[in-house]
């Protein structure tokens, strides 16, 4: 059932939100709804001691939302004509206003100069745009015939392989046991994402 208030920032209009609230916690049913936050909004502050249920209503949906939005408010008001009577007749808008109107666009809908500017921003991201590139990181154990092999001729011919976008890093020896060692090598690849190239 649509319930309709007027007025919520007049003592008449907190006065029907109160005797409505009568028994109730809630606007709409037994749970918080979207209908308490449009009456909430609609309240300009919480209503005073002679309106019981509408401030109790009020509090209940304030910690609701603070459990929803953290953070202390600063204490925003809206300026304007609120206490204006809402059986006033509107005013007649002027032809600048109408013409104001026209250029808020609400919808999206886009004119052929939006998409001419659309397409210029688009060709100017492809012509700047960079070629993407990717890295991958390898961590070789050269391990030795045995143990009287020569590491630095070992380490000398792992870094004489080379390829476009390989680049060697650090090598190091490691002990496997005793007096056996074996080569740790760290390199990087770099490569074209466009243009990928496999080592198989």
Known sequence: MAVTFSNLHTESGLKSLDDFLSGKVYVSGDQFTKDDIKVYGAVLEKPGDSFPNAAKWYEVVSSQLAASFPGNAQGVRFGGKASAPAEAAPAKPDASAAEDD????????????????????????????????????????????????????????????????????ACMLNFVSFSCKYLLCLTSIYYDVNNMFCWC
């Open 102 to 169: 026209d250029d808020l666009d609400l919808f999206g809908d886009e004119t052929e100069e939006d998409k001419k500017a659309a397409e210029e921003r688009e060709a100017a991201k492809k012509s700047t745009k960079k070629k993407e590139s990717g890295k991958s990181s390898v961590l070789l154990d050269v391990k030795p015939w045995d143990d009287e092999t020569d590491m630095k001729k070992l380490e000398e011919a792992v870094r004489s392989v080379e390829m476009p976008g390989l680049l060697w890093g």
